[in-house]
T-cell receptor, first 115, second 115 residues
């Protein structure tokens, strides 16, 4: 694979429903990040995994949000009891700490619309 | 968090001219910086990065300048092309190899290239 893959690309859901997004990072990248981006804003950090360990979480990540990376490869982000304010683009990124470059490569994102 | 306006700063340039996009970062402890390009409906795309022990780095048609004294970062694009039209974000990371791995993004600048 040549990049970070996210699924689905778009999701429309009714308020109160649960949604789950998937991210497949670049192969062998041990670091995986979730960000949220609203219109006109830069991405905001949500959480970070190194392998399967969730090492950092933002205060933006309320208890309705949960992220997992069970085998240190793909990751899922679940939002329970969605609210209209959850409508945003959810971006996943991965990076490889090996070597000098630590830039994060982003996927195309999952656009969530809560109606 | 900070309150940021919805109106993106816009830079309008003629095709073939050079573009300079500026960014002020907030954390004097940040030691790694990245410029990303984001086209409509897509995830951020890595352009160029720079570490705090450098003040200039060049890529293909792009140059990043870092002024740590005033916490300022700029991206120069030579011979701007219509395909360069996008929103450009600077991002900073504090504590290389240390306490955090999250990127903090600036507001973004919309680059509009006029033919």
């Amino acid at each position: 694979d040549t990049g970070v893959s996210q699924d689905p690309r778009h999701k429309i859901t009714k308020r109160g429903q649960n949604v789950t997004f998937r991210c497949d990072p670049i192969s062998e990248h041990n670091r995986l990040y979730w960000y949220r981006q609203t219109l006109g804003q830069g991405p905001e950090f949500l959480t970070y995994f190194q392998n399967e360990a969730q090492l950092e979480k933002s205060r933006l990540l309320s208890d309705r949000f949960s992220a997992e990376r069970p085998k240190g490869s793909f990751s899922t982000l679940e939002i329970q009891r969605t609210e209209q304010g959850d409508s945003a683009m959810y971006l996943c990124a991965s990076s490889d700490r090996q070597g000098a470059n630590t830039e994060a490569f982003f996927g195309q994102g999952t656009r969530l619309t809560v109606v | 968090g900070e309150s940021v306006g919805l109106h993106l700063p816009t830079l309008s340039v003629q095709e073939g001219d050079n573009s300079i996009i500026n960014c002020a970062y907030s954390n004097s402890a940040s030691d790694y910086f990245i410029w990303y390009k984001q086209e409509s409906g897509k995830g951020p795309q890595f352009i160029i990065d720079i570490r705090s022990n450098m003040d200039k780095r060049q890529g293909q048609r792009v140059t990043v300048l870092l002024n740590k004294t005033v916490k300022h970062l700029s991206l120069q694009i030579a011979a701007t092309q219509p395909g360069d039209s996008a929103v450009y974000f600077c991002a900073e990371k504090a504590g290389y190899g240390g306490a955090t791995n999250k990127l903090i993004f600036g507001t973004g600048t919309l680059l509009a290239v006029q033919p």
